[in-house]
């Protein structure tokens, strides 16, 4: 099994929606998390940081799920400009370097 | 802001040959990291350093070295490059751990060896 598992996607939603991500970890131990996006042909930049109580950026919103290991984000109002591919991040060791990067979700708005 | 820079955007080398990939940031971060990217396998962790001298290998670092004598430089080295190294490079730096691990990114090299 992954340590981090996302829907490859792609999903494909009309400008205006509403549409989430979920992403898995297998480290019950995971202490920190994060949405990073890549857009086409560029580096990961991080998104947000996700803690424990949720947090909220904007049209963005991460959840994290400790009882079933899970991480989301929910983006609403959708714009043209989200499209891109969202990466999940766990880092499972609270006194280490690496973190685990998941393959991402490709995310495509259409006018 | 961070700037974590690439030497090169796009390499062309011959199989065998040794390769360099240098990257440099600007944040006196104690991390710097080497990742690559392929289509379906995600960003996978090659090598990382957390001071100078000192590094740590990742998942996949058979064909690869590394060299950080400087904080602010971390070069990732194939030692004899193959077919199966052609790949986007992507370097990263971050300072701390856990919550503050937020990793900043290169604009990434493309590689292909022929």
């Known amino acids: 099994r992954k340590e981090v598992e996302q829907d490859p996607g792609p999903f494909n939603v009309p400008e205006g929606a509403t549409v989430a991500f979920n992403c898995t970890y297998s480290?019950?131990?995971?202490?920190?998390f994060f949405w990073y996006r890549q857009d086409c042909r560029k580096e990961p930049k991080l998104l947000m940081s996700v803690y424990s109580s949720g947090n909220e950026d904007g049209r963005f919103t991460a959840q994290l799920n400790r009882a079933s290991q899970y991480i989301s984000l929910l983006i609403r109002d959708s714009k043209l400009s989200d499209s891109a591919t969202y990466l999940c991040?766990?880092?499972?060791?609270?006194?280490?370097?690496?973190?685990?990067f998941g393959s991402g979700t490709r995310l495509s708005i259409r006018p | 802001d961070v700037k974590v820079t690439q030497s090169s955007r796009y390499l062309v080398k011959r199989t065998g040959e040794k390769v360099f990939l240098e990257c440099v940031q600007d944040m006196d971060h104690e991390n710097m990291f080497w990742y690559r990217q392929d289509p379906g396998l995600g960003l996978r962790l090659i090598y990382f350093s957390y001071d100078v001298k000192m590094k740590e290998k990742g998942d996949i670092p058979e064909g690869y070295s590394v060299s950080r004598e400087k904080k602010e430089r971390f070069s990732l080295i194939l030692e004899s490059a193959s077919t199966n190294q052609t790949s986007m490079y992507l370097c990263a730096s971050s300072r701390g751990t856990g919550a503050k691990n937020i990793q900043y990114f290169g604009a990434g090299t493309r590689l292909s060896v022929l």
């Open positions: 991040v766990v880092n499972p060791y609270s006194s280490a370097s690496k973190i685990i």
């Open positions: 480290n019950s131990a995971s202490q920190s």
